[in-house]
C-alpha cells in the first residue's frame, strides 16, 4: 500500500466560527468561491504530492462527499475521528490515527488557514528527509490576535521558545514520524494529545528547524475576518 506524504487537518469543530460552522465544516467555508482547504489540495497537487490524507470529525461526512477519493488528480484518503470515537482526537492524537496512511516523513496543514501563495515543494521535503530534526515548521510574523507569538527563530535556522518569540506558527510543518512516537501508531484507543507539548519537547532538545513564510496568511478563526478575506481582494 502506498504511503501519503501530506496531511490536511479538517477534524476541528470551529466554535468560534459559528454560526457558520453549525451547518457546515469550517475546512469548506470559502474564501473567494473556493473552500479554505480547495486551496491546500490544488497547491499540494501542484507540488506532486498527489496522496493526501484528510482527518474528519465535525460533519466530516460533507468533506468527503464534496471532494470523494479524488480531486484535481489528488487522490484523498480519510481518517474519520468522529465515525471512529464520536470527535476529534486533537492535532497529534488526530496525526497518530492517521499515521498508518502515511509516510516516514510528510507534510501537514490545517484545513481553515488561508494562505494561497504556499509551495508546497519536493525541495523542501526532500532537504527536512535527508536531515535529522523532527520538525520544519513555517512561521509568519505575529498576527494581532497572537501578539506574543509561539517561537522564535535562531541564527542556525533552529526554532527556539526563550526570549522573544516574533514569530506564530501558520500550520505548515514538515514532520518525522518520530515526533509521535509517545502515541501509539494508529492511536487505537483514540486518545486526544496536543501536538505544542510534542514541539516544544523537540525545540527544547534542538530538534526543530524553522524559516519564515512571509506570503499572505490568515487564520480564519472568526467570521470577521473570513469576512474581511471575501471584502478586501489585497488580503
Known amino acids: 500500500m502506498s504511503t501519503a506524504q501530506a496531511m490536511i487537518l479538517a477534524a476541528g469543530r470551529g466554535e468560534r466560527m459559528r454560526p ?14 473556493k473552500p479554505l482547504m480547495g486551496y491546500h489540495l490544488e497547491a499540494l497537487g501542484a507540488g506532486g504530492f498527489d496522496e493526501v490524507v484528510v482527518n474528519t470529525a465535525w460533519l466530516g461526512e ?10 484535481q488528480g489528488v487522490r484523498i484518503r480519510y481518517s474519520h475521528e468522529g465515525r471512529d470515537f464520536g470527535g476529534a482526537l486533537e492535532t497529534a492524537g488526530g496525526i497518530a490515527r492517521a499515521l498508518p496512511l502515511l509516510g516516514e516523513v510528510f507534510w501537514i496543514v490545517a484545513g481553515d488557514v488561508y494562505m494561497p501563495e504556499f509551495r508546497f515543494t ?19 510574523p505575529n498576527p494581532e490576535h497572537n501578539p506574543k507569538g509561539d517561537f522564535g527563530l535562531d541564527g542556525n535556522g533552529l526554532a527556539t521558545r526563550e526570549g522573544e518569540r516574533p514569530y506564530t506558527y501558520s500550520t505548515v510543518a514538515l514532520l518525522r514520524r518520530e ?20 514541539l516544544f519537547a523537540a525545540v527544547g532538545q534542538g530538534l526543530v528547524s ?26
Do not use: M
Not at 460533507?62 to 477519493?69: M, N, S, T, V
Not at 499572505?216 to 473570513?226: F, K
Open 122 to 140: 519536493r525541495a523542501a521535503f526532500d532537504r527536512f528527509a535527508a536531515g535529522g530534526k523532527l520538525a520544519h515548521l513555517f512561521l509568519v
Open 210 to 235: 524553522a524559516e519564515c513564510y512571509t506570503g499572505a496568511w490568515t487564520d480564519v478563526g472568526t467570521p470577521q475576518r473570513l469576512d474581511s478575506l471575501n471584502r478586501d481582494p489585497t488580503l
Open 179 to 198: 515526533l509521535l512516537q509517545g502515541v501509539p501508531t494508529g492511536n487505537p484507543q483514540g486518545q486526544k494529545v496536543a501536538l505544542a507539548p510534542l
Open 62 to 71: 460533507q468533506i468527503a462527499q464534496h471532494y470523494g477519493d479524488v480531486h
Open 20 to 33: 457558520l460552522t453549525d451547518s457546515r465544516p469550517k475546512p469548506l467555508l470559502e474564501v473567494r468561491g
